[in-house]
């Protein structure tokens, strides 16, 4: 069975740019979550999908946005990046929508300057 | 809205030591459990989880939780520490009468075990 995978491991990007990270869900699992790790701080969600659809946004603008494919992969794309964005952003699959535990991949390195 | 409390940023012990780390919650509705480790450069791995019945629950690697809805609290316990358990341990809650499945995480604890 493979786990959740995630791509790129690391990423520099500049201030003002766009980024797509993407993520591969585990085998079986239909529901991705998004979130993002600032250093120091606990993971914080920024969205889910569930069958190709938003199920749900936590606190974070609209340059943040998402897809879910029919094969349950998904993109995280965040357009005007801020320094601020600078994070380990983590992927999160599970079989349910609801109230499961969640299976994270090993995120992708964001640094922006 | 839910809410995690990890009290303390870092928890020294000695190897052979007993490991607590304490996880408070805020919650509406009885919520769901869960404690993850994260390794350094790596991403969460799931300890343990708790969803209904037996308030004690069993994890991977030794590491037991009990829920507590009277303190709503639910603290990880090792019996006895070894040294790759040196991570950072975070607590978080779902509500399990929710939309969707997110998590609410607490800021997390480091744990350093000691030779």
């Known amino acids: 069975e493979t786990g959740v995978t995630q791509s790129p491991t690391h990423l520099i990007k500049t201030r003002g740019q766009q980024v797509t990270l993407r993520c591969s869900s585990q085998?079986?699992?239909?529901?991705v979550s998004w979130y993002q790790q600032a250093l120091g701080q606990g993971p914080q969600f920024i969205f889910q999908y569930y069958r190709e659809e938003e199920n749900g946004r936590g606190n974070f603008p609209p340059r943040f946005s998402g897809l879910q494919f029919p094969n349950y992969s998904s993109e995280l794309n965040v357009n005007a990046l801020e320094l601020d964005d600078s994070a380990l952003y983590l992927c999160a699959s599970s079989s349910l929508a609801g109230g499961y535990e969640q299976y994270f991949g090993p995120g992708t390195r964001l640094t922006v300057t | 809205a839910q809410s995690v409390t990890q009290l303390g940023s870092h928890v020294s012990v000695s190897e052979g030591a007993l490991v607590l780390l304490r996880c408070n919650y805020s919650?509406?509705?009885?919520?769901?459990l869960f404690w993850y480790v994260q390794y350094p450069n790596q991403g969460l791995q799931l300890l343990l989880k708790?969803?209904?019945?037996?308030?004690l629950v069993k994890g991977i690697n030794g590491f037991e939780a009990e829920f507590k809805k009277s303190e709503t609290s639910f603290h990880l316990t090792k019996p006895s520490a070894h040294m790759s358990d040196a991570a950072e341990y975070f607590c978080a809650v779902s509500d399990p009468r929710g939309a969707n499945s997110k998590l609410t995480f607490g800021k997390g604890i480091t744990l350093s075990v000691r030779p």
């Open positions: 708790y969803t209904t019945g037996a308030t």
């Open positions: 919650s509406s509705v009885p919520p769901y």
């Open positions: 085998s079986g699992h239909n529901t």
